[in-house]
T-cell receptor
Framework: KAGVTQTPRYLIKTRGQQVTLSCSPI?????VSWYQQTPGQGLQFLFE???????NKGNFPGRFSGRQFSNSRSEMNVSTLELGDSALYLC??????????????????FGAGSRLTVL | SQQGEEDPQALSIQEGENATMNCSYK?????LQWYRQNSGRGLVHLIL?????REKHSGRLRVTLDTSKKSSSLLITASRAADTASYFC???????????FGEGTQLTVNP
């Protein structure tokens, strides 16, 4: 089955602009998580969506937002871009333990990422 | 902030040697996972160990977990050049909750 698809793979923006990144999860996965990866901060959790509802949110300013659609596809938006927003944005999907009827782990399947450069 | 700290930050070995990476974490966990990331790509899940397990094997991978010391290790035996990647540990505090990743170990396997 198809993996997690992220678009676009690369993009360049200037300060003050906004950007929208898209993520299509694995078929059947209803949970989508977003992470920001930078050399200095490592992998930082942004937010998680399940059934169109935000379940968890990381410690990022309100300029970072997301949503999930009824088909589980997700988008994240960053407004008023800053230089420090340059990063690899990773989306991951998973089957929640409740979906599997097991008490278990949140095993993530990642997309290849969207590399954002802010000039 | 990162839950885990990994040690070493970078490791360079020759093909055929074993590679050991360590991860320490701060809070009680439900389980611990290891992921691999090839340069600039997404992460790939390698192995999961639950908090009530002490050791787990998968092919050339061996993971140990010591909850009393809040630490885990990943051993890759008979390493190959294709194992060159960054390796991250990830923990969740309760079943199904969000994962918190360590800072990663950059492994280089020289042919």
């Amino acid at each position: 089955k198809a993996g997690v698809t992220q678009t676009p793979r690369y993009l360049i923006k200037t300060r003050g602009q906004q950007v929208t990144l898209s993520c299509s999860p694995i078929s059947g996965h209803r949970s989508v998580s977003w992470y920001q990866q930078t050399p200095g901060q490592g992998l930082q959790f942004l937010f998680e969506y399940f059934s169109e509802t935000q379940r968890n949110k990381g410690n990022f300013p309100g300029r970072f937002s997301g949503r999930q659609f009824s088909n589980s596809r997700s988008e994240m938006n960053v407004s008023t871009l800053e230089l420090g927003d340059s990063a690899l944005y990773l989306c991951a999907s998973s089957l929640l333990s409740t979906d599997r009827g097991l008490s278990g782990a949140n095993v993530l399947t990642f997309g290849a990422g969207s590399r954002l450069t802010v000039l | 902030s990162q839950q885990g700290e990994e040690d070493p930050q970078a490791l360079s070995i020759q093909e055929g040697e074993n590679a050991t990476m360590n991860c320490s974490y701060k809070t009680s966990i439900n389980n611990l996972q290891w992921y691999r990331q090839n340069s600039g790509r997404g992460l790939v899940h390698l192995i999961l160990i639950r908090s009530n397990e002490r050791e787990k094997h998968s092919g050339r991978l061996r993971v140990t977990l010591d909850t009393s010391k809040k630490s885990s290790s990943l051993l890759i035996t008979a390493s190959r050049a294709a194992d060159t990647a960054s390796y991250f540990c990830a923990t969740d505090e309760t079943s199904g909750s969000r994962l918190t990743f360590g800072e990663g170990t950059q492994l280089t396997v020289n042919p």
